[in-house]
């Protein structure tokens, strides 16, 4: 396709994404508690740098709701000036990340526990911005929100309660009775619920603008904290940023049929972003699903789709401040309210409890609201390595009583010495001086069980019965016994089975080694 087909589509796409832009940009940085214009600055910035730099040529970088408690933690111990200095130094390290092709190592954190994280940052983004909605303030954590809920629900309110009402309302059913992507849902609960607003002439808190947006811009400066304090909120930004934006590239790489990503370049393309972002007083940058998930479905083709949504939203600020200012933070706050609990999906939730992995979702998602991000993340993680040990430890014993006088038991999965006492329970339920088989399937043995395995053999053997034991898969008993470890004789192998048979030899008197 021409690179002038190609602009035909890119166009409309670029203002189809504008318009999701500025609404969010908008309500991110409110829910953050930096200057609105900050949102406005990244959504710029992540347009033109991150997009021109991109990696992922379709995915749509700028402010996410899934850094917004960090964010708000961060200003609240470092100020914003300090916040804009620690993003700057962030996107350097992403950038040096990038460089080092450290980038799909980020890709090594479970799905689980991002979709988790994602999950309890959601949770505390509805939790806060639900008290905005209803005409009040946030409190400090999402335990306090919760247990204030109900007294602001019960308690008098405002127009903002209505509008608040009015947008989340056509969020949700716009998507489902109009069919065009031309015609964002964000946009249109927006829109009308600024002019319900304007036109009843209702008395509520609205969006605040600079009237000079260049001569309002927040310079970074570096936080008059110790280093050890500074470094933490450097290394989660760029962490979680790098995170979230290659799993995003990831996702719209699923989206379409067009070139790959280069995850190490769009690594990179982020952290130029973010450290110029920083520079100029913006909030974090990452690449942003909704955002890109939009391009794609408008039909973009190149990467200039995302450059020019960016430039529509400077044109749009330096010219068109007044129509940002008409907008109720009410319409915002609902705005957030469906986007973090879309953080929440049920699809995922179904998809990690057909894996049995809900648990390591629930925990993280629950420590991220419950305390910290880093603390929710490190139970999630910790999780994670439990269910894995837990499966790779997993075997299963079966016994099966005699039809031909041979008792079998098949031992199938990861035999190790945490299932040393389950397999000693179950082979001491077997009836002395009886021919036993048995049969191995194993992905691996250690020596515990190794031994474990020897010592019942010298013991039912000594009681006048006889084991022959066959490995169907691997040759772990036959290596554990010729390394040293037994004294195992030569392998016979079984032609009709494909299998290893070993006749041990008889107990001796001595322990084994």
Same mark, same amino acid.
């Given at each position: @396709?021409?690179a002038?087909?190609?602009?035909?589509?890119?166009? =409309?796409?670029?203002?189809?994404?504008?318009?999701?832009?500025?609404?969010?940009?908008?309500?991110?940085?409110?829910?953050?508690?930096?200057?609105?214009l900050?949102?406005?600055?990244?959504a710029?910035?992540?347009?033109?740098v !991150?997009?021109?730099?991109s990696?992922?040529?379709?995915?749509?970088?700028g402010?996410?709701?899934g850094?917004?408690?960090?964010?708000?933690?961060?200003i609240?111990?470092?100020?914003?000036?300090?916040t804009?200095?620690?993003?700057?130094?962030? %996107?350097?390290?992403?950038?040096?990340?990038g460089?080092?092709?450290?980038?799909?190592?980020?890709? !090594?954190?479970?799905?689980? /526990?991002?979709?988790?994280?994602?999950?309890?940052?959601?949770?505390v983004?509805?939790?806060?911005?639900?008290?905005?909605?209803?005409? %009040?303030?946030?409190?400090?954590s999402?335990?306090?929100?919760?247990?204030?809920?109900? %007294?602001?629900?019960?308690?008098?309110?405002?127009?903002?309660?209505?509008l608040?009402?009015?947008?989340?309302?056509?969020?949700?059913?716009?998507?489902?009775?109009?069919k065009t992507?031309?015609?964002?849902?964000?946009l249109?609960?927006?829109? &009308?619920?600024?002019?319900v607003?304007?036109?009843?002439?209702?008395?509520?808190?609205r969006?605040d603008?600079?009237?000079?947006?260049?001569?309002?811009?927040?310079? =970074?400066?570096? =936080?008059? $904290?110790?280093?050890?304090e500074?470094?933490?909120?450097v290394?989660?930004?760029?962490?979680?940023?790098?995170?979230?934006?290659?799993?995003?590239?990831?996702?719209v790489?699923? @989206?379409?049929?067009?070139?790959?990503?280069?995850?190490?370049?769009?690594?990179?393309?982020?952290?130029?972003?973010?450290?110029?972002?920083?520079?100029?007083?913006?909030?974090?940058?990452?690449?942003?699903?909704?955002?890109?998930?939009?391009?794609?479905?408008?039909?973009?083709?190149?990467? !200039?789709?995302?450059?020019?949504?960016?430039l529509?939203?400077?044109?749009f600020?330096?010219?068109g401040?007044?129509?940002?200012?008409?907008?109720?933070?009410?319409?915002?706050?609902?705005?957030?309210v469906?986007? +973090?609990?879309r953080? &929440?999906?049920?699809a995922?939730?179904?998809? #990690?409890?057909?894996?049995?992995?809900?648990?390591?979702y629930?925990?993280?998602?629950?420590? &991220?609201?419950? *305390?910290?991000?880093?603390?929710g /993340?490190?139970?999630? @993680?910790?999780?994670?390595v439990?269910?894995m040990?837990?499966?790779l430890?997993?075997?299963?014993?079966?016994?099966?009583?005699?039809?031909?006088?041979?008792w079998?038991v098949?031992?199938?999965g990861?035999?190790?010495?945490?299932?040393?006492?389950r397999l000693?329970?179950?082979?001491?339920?077997?009836?002395?001086?009886?021919?036993?088989?048995l049969e191995?399937?194993?992905?691996y043995?250690?020596?515990?069980?190794y031994?474990?395995?020897?010592?019942?053999?010298?013991? #039912?053997?000594r009681?006048?019965?006889?084991?022959? /034991?066959?490995e /169907?898969?691997? $040759?772990w008993?036959?290596? !554990?016994?010729?390394? +040293?470890?037994? *004294?195992?004789?030569?392998p016979?192998?079984?032609?009709?089975?494909?299998s290893?048979r070993y006749?041990?030899?008889?107990?001796r008197? *001595?322990?084994?080694?």
């Amino acid at each position: @396709m021409s690179a002038l087909a190609s602009f035909r589509h890119d166009i =409309p796409s670029s203002i189809v994404v504008f318009l999701i832009a500025i609404p969010l940009s908008l309500g991110i940085a409110a829910a953050s508690g930096a200057p609105l214009l900050s949102g406005l600055i990244a959504a710029v910035v992540g347009g033109i740098v !991150a997009g021109a730099l991109s990696g992922a040529p379709l995915q749509v970088s700028g402010p996410a709701a899934g850094l917004t408690g960090i964010v708000a933690g961060t200003i609240a111990e470092f100020g914003f000036a300090g916040t804009a200095a620690i993003v700057t130094v962030a %996107g350097l390290l992403q950038i040096l990340l990038g460089i080092t092709r450290l980038g799909r190592a980020a890709l !090594a954190l479970s799905p689980t /526990v991002v979709h988790g994280m994602l999950a309890g940052i959601g949770l505390v983004i509805a939790l806060s911005q639900v008290h905005v909605a209803l005409g %009040g303030e946030p409190q400090s954590s999402a335990w306090a929100n919760l247990r204030d809920l109900p %007294g602001r629900v019960a308690d008098h309110h405002s127009g903002s309660v209505l509008l608040g009402a009015l947008t989340m309302t056509l969020l949700l059913l716009w998507s489902r009775l109009v069919k065009t992507t031309l015609l964002p849902a964000t946009l249109v609960a927006v829109v &009308v619920a600024t002019v319900v607003a304007t036109a009843v002439g209702a008395d509520v808190e609205r969006v605040d603008l600079p009237a000079d947006p260049l001569s309002a811009l927040i310079l =970074p400066r570096w =936080p008059d $904290s110790p280093l050890w304090e500074v470094v933490p909120a450097v290394v989660t930004i760029a962490l979680v940023a790098s995170v979230e934006s290659l799993l995003s590239a990831v996702a719209v790489d699923r @989206m379409h049929h067009g070139p790959r990503a280069n995850l190490d370049r769009e690594l990179i393309a982020q952290g130029a972003a973010n450290a110029v972002s920083g520079t100029l007083g913006g909030l974090p940058v990452t690449g942003v699903i909704v955002r890109s998930s939009a391009n794609v479905a408008a039909g973009a083709r190149t990467r !200039a789709s995302a450059i020019l949504h960016g430039l529509w939203i400077a044109g749009f600020v330096m010219a068109g401040s007044v129509l940002l200012e008409m907008i109720p933070m009410a319409a915002l706050a609902a705005v957030l309210v469906v986007v +973090g609990l879309r953080l &929440v999906s049920l699809a995922q939730i179904r998809t #990690y409890a057909r894996h049995r992995e809900l648990p390591i979702y629930v925990i993280t998602a629950v420590g &991220v609201a419950a *305390t910290d991000l880093l603390i929710g /993340v490190g139970l999630g @993680m910790a999780t994670a390595v439990f269910f894995m040990l837990r499966r790779l430890a997993r075997c299963d014993i079966q016994v099966t009583e005699p039809k031909s006088g041979t008792w079998l038991v098949s031992i199938t999965g990861t035999l190790a010495f945490v299932a040393c006492g389950r397999l000693t329970r179950r082979l001491a339920t077997l009836p002395p001086g009886q021919h036993v088989a048995l049969e191995l399937h194993l992905d691996y043995l250690d020596h515990g069980a190794y031994e474990t395995i020897r010592d019942w053999q010298a013991s #039912y053997t000594r009681a006048g019965g006889t084991v022959q /034991v066959s490995e /169907v898969h691997g $040759s772990w008993f036959h290596r !554990a016994g010729t390394d +040293g470890l037994g *004294t195992g004789k030569r392998p016979v192998r079984c032609p009709a089975q494909g299998s290893v048979r070993y006749e041990l030899p008889p107990p001796r008197s *001595t322990p084994i080694p």
